[in-house]
Each structure stands twice: as structure tokens, then as C-alpha cells.
T-cell receptor, first 114, second 112 residues
């Protein structure tokens, strides 16, 4: 069975600095998708970034980028120039290509220090 | 704009009562999901549906049921509420590409 592990329950970073959130996963599949979702205090789940496993190039969305290491089954999220609005829970998720179900990590709480 | 809504946003009920949480989406998505969120567990899949009349059990389906009579709605029923079902419940949907799951605002359920 596939599993997703986020080993950092909480991280803190100074405003304007860079922070990296870790995620590892376990799968025997070769074709899959990985996601980072953000959940601010409002509780709304928001997609941050998506990576297709068949793509070697790391996905980027403005200040957010990933380091996808397929062989190591690692999928970390880098947030550059951290802003106060980045404070939230961040969840890593995995989806097999053959279905639509997401498997979630336990989340990392990101604190931004002003 | 398309959206996904849940009602009620907050619910307090007593042990043993039947409770139904509503989920309605206007994305015209075939695929809909119910999750529960508990501290330290992330989101766990309760039930999902890939179309009208299709329902499937997820990881933590015991004590829950769903029905899908149209594309827009996937109500979640707790047959006999238990204190262990106190949680935040999220409904989500996704289209054929599965590129993104769109989430409702969540329902906080307390079972006393």
C-alpha cells in the first residue's frame, strides 16, 4: 500500500527567508502524481503545486518549487521569500495514475516569524 | 463561478443519532470524495464516487454511508453517531484529468 510521510510536524522561518518542507512516499507504481496542498486557518484546502512523476523537470509556481527525487521517493517543497500569508498547514499527497484517490501525509505546520 | 459547498458548517449531535452532511458541487465533476481530518492524521478517505449510482468504501468507512443519485450531490450519513466520529469532514471533487481536487469549506462535527 502506498504511504506518504511528512517528518516535520512543525517548521518556522523568518519572513523573507527560504524554507523547505519534506515529504517522502512509498509506492511500487511508476506512473503517479504528487501534490502539495496548503490549509490556512480558514480551513480551506488550496492546491499549491503538482508534479507528474514522468516529468523530470521540477514543477514551479512563483515562489513555490519542488525538488522531486523519484529514485529516492522524495518530494520536498521550497518556499522562497516567505510571507506572512504563507503561514498554514502544508500537506503532501500522492495519487496513482490509475485512480483519483489521494493519499495524504500528516501535514507540517509552517510558522512565519515577522 | 463553479464551487463546492457543504452544510452545515458546524453540527453538534448526540451519540446514537443519525446525521447527514450535505455536499453539493457545480463543477459537473463525476468524481466526488469524503474525507475526515483529525490532528496528526492528515486527511483520510471515507467514501468516494466515480459517477451516479457508483459508491465505494475508503480507508475509514465503518459507520458511514453515501449515496449518489445525481452528479451534483454526495451526502454523507453517519448511521449512529459515535464520539470517535467527532472530526472535521471535507467533501472534494475532481474532473476527468484528476489534476486537482476541489474542496468544500468543511463541516466540524461534534458528537457528545
Amino acid at each position: 500500500a502506498q504511504t506518504v510521510t511528512q517528518s516535520q510536524p512543525e517548521m518556522s522561518v523568518q519572513e523573507a527567508e527560504t524554507v523547505t518542507l519534506s515529504c517522502t512516499y512509498d509506492t511500487s507504481e511508476s506512473d503517479y502524481y504528487l501534490f502539495w496542498y496548503k490549509q490556512p486557518p480558514s480551513r480551506q484546502m488550496i492546491l499549491v503545486i503538482r508534479q507528474e512523476a514522468y516529468k523530470q523537470q521540477n514543477a514551479t509556481e512563483n515562489r513555490f518549487s519542488v525538488n522531486f527525487q523519484k529514485a529516492a521517493k522524495s518530494f520536498s517543497l521550497k518556499i522562497s521569500d516567505s510571507q506572512l500569508g504563507d503561514a498554514a498547514m502544508y500537506f503532501c499527497a500522492y495519487r496513482r495514475n490509475s485512480n483519483y484517490q489521494l493519499i495524504w501525509g500528516a501535514g507540517t505546520k509552517l510558522i512565519i516569524k515577522p | 463561478d463553479a464551487e463546492i459547498t457543504q452544510s452545515p458548517r458546524h453540527k453538534i449531535t448526540e451519540t446514537g443519532r443519525q446525521v447527514t452532511l450535505a455536499c453539493h458541487q457545480t463543477w459537473n465533476h463525476n468524481n466526488m470524495f469524503w474525507y475526515r481530518q483529525d490532528l496528526g492524521h492528515g486527511l483520510r478517505l471515507i467514501h468516494y464516487s466515480y459517477g451516479v449510482q457508483d459508491t465505494n468504501k475508503g480507508e475509514v468507512s465503518d459507520g458511514y454511508s453515501v449515496s449518489r443519485s445525481n452528479t451534483e450531490d454526495l451526502p454523507l450519513t453517519l448511521e449512529s453517531a459515535a464520539s470517535s466520529q467527532t472530526s472535521v469532514y471535507f467533501c472534494a471533487s475532481t474532473g476527468t484529468s484528476g489534476d486537482e481536487q476541489y474542496f468544500g469549506p468543511g463541516t466540524r462535527l461534534t458528537v457528545t
